[in-house]
């Protein structure tokens, strides 16, 4: 049971550049998150999912695409990366037992993206 | 309105003494009010929360206090070791999670 896993842990880029980031999560959760977490800022909610098949934007989604193709991945996508989406990327996933907005979000450890 | 501050930014404690941080929020709708805490490298993780029908939860050296009519919400580390050195977020719920912007504790030996 890895729980939320994440690919890749760190990656540099140019600006201009794409890249899609990996997560997976082996809990069978329904809803899955992506944040970035910048210091002094907190984590802030790019977009968020659902359910399988469905997306919805966060907080902060611009420069930003996801797909949730399968129920256990989550996939973001940056199609032209800035020196501002510089930042650590968390994935997260919870059930759906109850409230959704009382239930534990469970992290994966991250991935550090900088931008040149 | 959907705001939530967390006080202070970065806080060094003594081994063995009382680490509190505390969280202020304007949104009277928020309806769950979690602690994560994050070790460098890692994920945040849930260590503690609270629902505002209650004014204090308590699990083992951690402690919960909410204060409905104040809009605050405050966490307090007894006995406080080296080990809880991490970053702690509070948070607050109404369908989404809206994080404070952290607090990085470090207990000295």
């Known amino acids: 049971n890895a729980g939320v896993t994440q690919t890749p842990k760190f990656r540099v880029l140019k600006t201009g550049q794409s890249m899609t980031l990996l997560c997976a999560q082996d809990?069978?959760?329904?809803?899955m998150y992506w944040y970035r977490q910048d210091p002094g800022m907190g984590l802030r909610l790019i977009h968020y999912?659902?359910?399988?098949?469905?997306?919805a934007k966060g907080e902060v989604p611009d420069g930003y695409n996801v797909s949730r193709l399968k129920k256990q991945n989550f996939l973001l996508g940056l199609e032209s990366a800035a020196p501002s989406q510089t930042s650590v990327y968390f994935c997260?996933?919870?059930?759906?037992?109850?409230?959704?907005?009382?239930?534990?979000?469970?992290f994966g450890p991250g991935t550090r993206l900088t931008v040149l | 309105q959907q705001q939530v501050k967390q006080s202070p930014q970065s806080l060094i404690v003594q081994k063995g003494g009382i680490s509190i941080i505390n969280c202020a929020y304007e949104?009277?709708?928020?309806?769950?009010f979690p602690w994560y805490q994050q070790f460098p490298g890692k994920g945040p993780a849930l260590l503690i929360a609270?629902?505002?029908d209650v004014s204090e939860k308590k699990e083992g050296r951690f402690t919960i206090s909410f204060n409905k009519s104040a809009k605050q919400f405050s966490l307090h580390i007894m006995d406080s070791q080296p080990g809880d050195s991490a970053t702690y977020f509070c948070?607050?719920?109404?369908?989404?999670?809206?994080w404070g912007a952290g607090t990085k504790l470090i207990i000295k030996p």
């Open positions: 997260a996933s919870s059930s759906t037992v109850g409230l959704a907005s009382y239930n534990e979000q469970f």
């Open positions: 809990m069978n959760h329904e809803y």
């Open positions: 999912s659902v359910g399988e098949g469905t997306t």
């Open positions: 949104n009277t709708a928020f309806d769950y």
């Open positions: 609270i629902r505002p």
């Open positions: 948070a607050a719920s109404i369908y989404q999670l809206i």
